[in-house]
């Protein structure tokens, strides 16, 4: 029988944070619907919200249930998550938050297609959209179980209901809703969890956690040690390609505070994984056959992914337990949300813009994000409510990530010159192979290579091929850039064959509009400070390649643009007074005539600059 009081604070709840979202997307400057404004809440997060906003990145549904599983099923050690989330936002921030955010791009996707061309940004969108799709259907599943279990709520309805109101909120409100309810979410989880716990730890039922038989600490055996090695460094690395990271990172006011944000959540990410982790101990530590729990014992894989919500129903107060549901559906929310908006702005921008409709208007893009927002919406609901391995889903996904979006993000952002279309294609190919040719047990996917150490009855491989997939991958990219570079320029291979026109068969319009010459004169100006501003607050305006916008002339607001216009005025009428001493020089005794024919003969854009 369902439970009116649960459902009742369920209905208060989702009512609060529909409320704090619809008030969040209010913020939105009136009229202004760009593409930064509403993916990236116009760069304006403050300190306070985006800690919160960035410590949500990870720490959700998924997080907090998985937790408590893995210390019940495997022990501490065996519970990386929160270590291996932690350690990826501290290196996002030390190698990739502030060159990212210098560079003014919109979504994790942009530096890909800058390199490597529309289409091919296209392909690496794939696995970033089953990723973020994926991981939310995951989350709503858990969720509608988590209801069914503590309320008797029917799961479907939960689902529908939750995937409803996340949408909503996002789609009115954009990343302003998404970051603010996020600050709610995070409290509810905290205190929700936290008032938990002692009522569960005091349960008659529930032994010391220091007792001999209740190990919940777990060890590592020697033959798992590379597995366990491997899965840690996809948790690290492979949790640093996600567009709900780099959504936060280049919202942020500046690239000192992107940097800056990425080390707290680290830190809160840590934080916030103690209330699962004890909480999977209680669990540890109860012999649940003496509970008023009626289902089969020891506890089956069904059961042992629903430790948290049979931990808060059969240990805890109803009282007590409906603040814990709360935290739940806090925690599932707060991942859905930013997955949906995540999804559909790589989809707006970097397929539908800059593949298909590369002269659409902002507005068009941000209608496309809309109905973006409704779909990925729908398509994660009905995988929650279908899909019965969505976590098997998600796995395989984030694998990929790790594998084919790591390495290609990683050269892109540090070692630009040295990868190319080629290399991008092959390293894809070649990391997508290798991966499914590891198999997946969850998803059913049979193992077509039984590498060292392959464990038949578990159907797993202990040996580290995801991160023998990410190396082979890096070299791939590396070795196939420089080999086409150099077949092409040594003239072995004809400009004809450069199919995707990145080496040698470049169209004249992008050889135009190519590099800034360093000792040009005029171009020297245009290299000013203000050069780096964006929009119409620029002279130079936005630097075009391949045929469109590149957005890697962002402003990261770390210079003021009158400051800017300053030291640019400054340096164009240096520039000025070089070529007037130098012209009055070459005159000899005619100084005074071209000093006065100077500025007629000078190049418009130098005029311009001094004007300016």
């Not at 569960?200 to 190990?215: C, E």
């Not at 993000?409 to 279309?421: G, S």
């Amino acid at each position: 029988m369902i439970n009116i009081a649960g459902v009742v604070s369920i209905v208060l709840f989702y009512v609060l944070i529909l409320v704090v979202g619809i008030w969040a997307g209010r913020k939105k400057q009136a009229g202004n619907d760009s593409e930064e404004e509403v993916m990236l809440a116009g760069r304006s997060i403050g300190l306070f919200v985006g800690i919160f906003t960035m410590t949500a990145t990870w720490v959700g549904g998924g997080y907090i249930n998985g937790t408590a599983e893995a210390i019940y099923t495997s022990g501490l050690v065996w519970c990386q998550a929160p270590f291996g989330y932690a350690l990826s936002l501290v290196f996002g921030g030390i190698f990739f938050a502030n060159p990212m955010r210098k560079q003014g791009y919109i979504t994790m996707l942009d530096p890909l297609q800058d390199s490597f061309g529309e289409r091919m940004g296209g392909l690496l969108f794939l696995p970033a959209l089953c990723g973020e799709v994926f991981w939310a259907a995951g989350i709503l599943a858990a969720l509608g179980a988590t209801l069914s279990v503590i309320i008797d709520m029917d799961h479907r309805t939960s689902v529908i209901l939750s995937s409803c109101i996340a949408i909503f909120y996002t789609l009115f409100g954009g990343l302003y809703a998404v970051a603010y309810t996020d600050v709610i979410q995070l409290f509810c989880i905290f205190i929700g969890l936290w008032m938990c716990i002692p009522f569960a730890w005091s349960n008659d039922h529930v032994r010391s956690l220091s007792d001999m038989d209740v190990d919940w600490i777990g060890h590592v055996e020697p033959k798992q040690r590379w597995f366990y090695i491997d899965y840690g460094l996809l948790l690290v690395f492979g949790g640093i390609p996600w567009q709900v990271y780099f959504q936060r990172v280049l919202s942020s006011k500046t690239a000192g505070r992107a940097q800056l944000l990425s080390y707290v959540a680290a830190a809160g990410c840590i934080l916030m994984a103690i209330p699962p982790v004890l909480i999977g101990a209680i669990a540890k530590a109860t012999p649940w056959n003496e509970t008023d729990y009626k289902g089969p014992y020891p506890l089956t894989v069904d059961e042992t992914s629903m430790i948290l919500p049979m931990v808060l129903q059969y240990l805890t107060p109803d009282f007590v337990s409906f603040f814990g549901l709360g935290a739940v559906s806090a925690a599932v929310m707060s991942s859905a949300d930013s997955s949906v908006l995540s999804a559909a702005s790589m989809f707006a921008r970097n397929v539908y813009k800059l593949i298909f409709r590369q002269k659409a208007s902002e507005m068009e893009i941000i209608w496309v994000m809309r109905v973006a927002i409704i779909v990925v919406g729908i398509l994660a609901t009905i995988m929650a409510l279908t899909i019965p391995s969505i976590y098997g889903l998600w796995s395989m996904c984030s694998d990929l990530v790790y594998v084919i979006l790591f390495p290609q993000l990683l050269m892109v952002v540090h070692f630009k010159k040295h990868c190319n279309t080629y290399g991008s294609l092959a390293a894809y190919i070649i990391a997508l192979v290798i991966r499914l040719s590891g198999g997946e047990a969850l998803l059913g996917l049979p193992a077509l290579i039984h590498y060292p150490g392959y464990d038949v009855e578990t159907q797993t491989q202990l040996f580290p091929f995801r991160t023998m997939a990410m190396i082979i991958s890096l070299v791939t990219l590396v070795f196939v850039s420089w080999w086409s570079k150099m077949m092409f320029e040594s003239g072995k291979l004809p400009p004809s064959y450069d199919y995707f026109r990145c080496v040698v068969n470049i169209p004249e319009d992008v050889q135009r509009v190519g590099e800034p010459s360093e000792s040009g004169e005029q171009l020297s100006v245009m290299a000013g400070p203000l050069a780096r501003s964006y929009g119409a607050a620029t002279m130079a305006g936005k630097d075009e390649r391949n045929g469109r916008i590149n957005p890697a002339l962002e402003s990261d607001d770390d210079l003021p643009v009158a400051e800017a216009r300053r030291m640019n005025e400054q340096t164009a009428q240096a520039q000025v007074q070089k070529m007037l001493s130098s012209a009055t020089g070459k005159a000899g005794g005619g100084g005074g005539q071209m000093g006065q024919g100077s500025m007629a003969t000078m190049p418009a854009a130098v005029q311009d600059n001094t004007a300016f």
